[in-house]
């Protein structure tokens, strides 16, 4: 059974709550993961994995950068919180958050919210991210393997300078005999070395979605917008029930269902 958990009342606040950075740690050439805690020293809400926090700075004319919403991408206790922010061409404060930050400096956050959890059964759980949609996949992962239900985690991105989590994934799996992990290179580099890097060239097809994938599963899944309407379709095609089929978007108003 997965154990939602819901926030301590004593340790939330409305709005926005002033934090600290005090760890960084670069993932991959666009990913960077920060850790904040509470600047006042005091515990952080508890949160159910696939949940996200929203997240502003303050500009040099001390007005602050408009709000992104980022996923809590590590199951942690309450005195810290990790974000993996995707450095995006036409992203304002994600470039700040991944170029520019440094250790110590404050940042802003709200509560943990969002229903994209987790469901208690004990079928076993498919969990499918493309690209930075990893993130909520892997906070799920390391909140699953403690049912002990059989999990899949499957991991798409382009190469190997794309690969971010690759030993901490990698050291989930050898400590959790219940989680099966596959990791997709859609355009490996010449140096990329197959079985070693990464298990398959090329992207999920519907054929080794229907040869490898339990069809008594439940799925989640989280990435671009193709990728989810792939997912999507070939989860329908191999005989998926649309209750069985869960995922986040990471922009509101698409349809992946169309």
Not at 134 to 149: E, F, H, N, Q, W
Not at 160 to 182: G, P, R, V, Y
Not at 216 to 235: D, V
Not at 251 to 256: L, Q
């Amino acid at each position: 059974m997965i154990e939602n958990k819901l926030l301590d009342l004593e340790n939330t606040w409305k709005g926005f709550k002033d934090c600290i950075v005090y760890k960084i740690i670069k993932e991959d050439e666009r990913v960077t993961s920060l850790y904040i805690k509470s600047l006042d020293g005091g515990k952080l809400p508890g949160f159910t994995a696939g949940q996200f926090i929203a997240v502003r700075m303050k500009n040099q004319d001390n007005t602050y950068t408009k709000p992104r919403q980022y996923t809590l991408s590590l199951n942690s206790n309450e005195e810290f919180y990790r974000i993996s922010v995707k450095s995006e061409e036409n992203g304002f404060l994600s470039k700040k958050l991944c170029n520019e930050i440094q250790i110590g400096d404050k940042i802003q956050i709200t509560v943990p919210i969002g229903n994209f959890v987790l469901k208690n059964g004990d079928e076993p759980l498919v969990l499918i991210g493309g690209g930075i949609g990893v993130t909520p996949m892997l906070a799920m992962a390391y909140d699953a393997v403690k049912s002990g239900r059989k999990i899949y985690l499957i991991y798409s991105i382009p190469n190997s300078k794309n690969h971010s989590f690759k030993e901490e994934i990698n050291d989930l799996s050898k400590n959790n005999k219940n989680l099966i992990t596959t990791v997709f290179y859609t355009r490996p580099e010449e140096n990329d070395v197959l079985l070693k890097d990464f298990d398959i060239s090329g992207r999920i097809s519907l054929e080794w979605m229907q040869e490898t994938l339990p069809k008594n599963g439940e799925f989640y899944f989280c990435g671009p917008l193709e990728f989810m309407k792939a997912i999507y379709k070939n989860l329908v095609k191999i005989g998926i029930g649309k209750e069985n089929i869960n995922y986040e978007m990471f922009k509101s108003g698409e349809d992946i269902t169309k």
